[in-house]
């Protein structure tokens, strides 16, 4: 009777400090892992893709009434423009923002009229192709 009440007591002791161990559960699972499709869900679109939309863009836009690719025209020559500047992050920035605004000064004094319609985005994927045209690729 005696030892009963002693395992009890311990017992209860065991449980009220909760240091007993032994039970601990681990809840790692194998779900944790994720799926193969999961992981390839979201491809991102590659630097060439995004430079053929960006030559479709300026296809579809009034560019070439002042650009050509190779050729002097009214503006630059998309090449010129491409060799002039190297491509980089900052300057995908700086003539997207041209090619929205418009402006001149750094190829003479005929102004590029401004494009408010064309998006920041779209803008980027048209200066991407523009400094894509000497054959360098974005650093
Ligand atoms: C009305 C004529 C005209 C049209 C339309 C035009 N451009 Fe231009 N573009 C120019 C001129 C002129 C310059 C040179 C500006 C300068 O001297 O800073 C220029 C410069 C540029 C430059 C170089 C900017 C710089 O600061 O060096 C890029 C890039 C460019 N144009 C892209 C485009 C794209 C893309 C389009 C179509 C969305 C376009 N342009 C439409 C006339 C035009």
């Keep these: 009777m005696k030892r009963t009440s002693v395992f009890g007591l311990s017992l209860a002791v065991c449980i009220a400090l909760s240091s007993c161990g032994g039970k601990k559960e681990t809840t790692a699972t194998q779900e944790d892992y994720g799926t193969p499709e999961a992981t390839e869900a979201a ?6 893709e995004i430079i053929a939309q960006g030559e479709s863009l300026v296809k579809a836009s009034d560019c070439k ?3 050509h690719p190779t050729n002097k025209i009214i ?3 998309h090449t010129e423009v491409a060799k002039k500047y190297e491509f980089t992050a900052a300057n995908v920035k700086m003539l997207a923002d041209k090619i929205i605004k418009g402006g001149s000064g750094n190829w003479g004094e005929i102004p590029m009229t401004a494009h408010p319609d ?3 985005a ?5 200066a991407r192709y523009v400094l ?8």
């Design 122 to 126: 779209d803008a980027e994927k048209m």
């Design 43 to 48: 491809p991102q679109t590659s630097a060439s």
């Design 132 to 139: 894509s045209l000497d054959g360098e690729k974005e650093h």
């Design 75 to 77: 503006g630059p020559a």
């Design 65 to 67: 009434t002042c650009h």
């Design 118 to 120: 064309i998006s920041e």
